[in-house]
């Protein structure tokens, strides 16, 4: 079973950049079979889905409140997916979790099947 780790969170001016990763443990995230997402929460909010990329043919998707900030991509050799994030606001501030469902693309969080922690970024002057 894959178990998902988040990384690359912290504190960033309001315009700077972040790269988060989600490396899988104990398995795979191999684009034959899982499509990828990344969520966040900001405090007093409800999870929010940002970007997913489905299996196989990668085929990407974002929130309108990050389209063109935003980019996802995968590494299947790495076992790895980034979210690429640029001119980071700061209502982007919030806990990031990737999350798998073992399928063509992403769903509502309550579909995906596996989830990480989660890692927090905080952007402020």
């Known amino acids: 079973q894959a178990q998902l780790v988040e990384s690359g969170g912290g504190l960033v001016q309001p315009g700077g950049s972040l790269r988060l990763s989600c490396a899988a443990s104990?398995?795979?995230?191999?684009?034959?079979?899982?499509?990828i997402g990344w969520f966040r929460q900001a405090p007093g909010k409800e999870r929010e889905g940002v970007s997913c990329i489905s299996n196989s043919d990668s085929i990407t998707e974002y929130a309108d409140s990050v389209k063109g900030r935003f980019t996802i991509s995968r590494d299947d050799a790495q076992s790895t997916v980034y979210l690429q994030m640029n001119n980071l606001k700061p209502e982007d501030t919030a806990v990031y979790y990737c999350?798998?469902?073992?399928?063509?693309?992403?769903?509502?969080?309550?579909?995906?099947?596996?989830w990480g922690k989660g890692t927090l970024v905080t952007v402020s002057s």
């Open positions: 104990g398995g795979t995230l191999t684009s034959d079979y899982y499509a």
């Open positions: 999350a798998a469902r073992l399928a063509y693309y992403c769903s509502g969080p309550e579909s995906m099947d596996y």
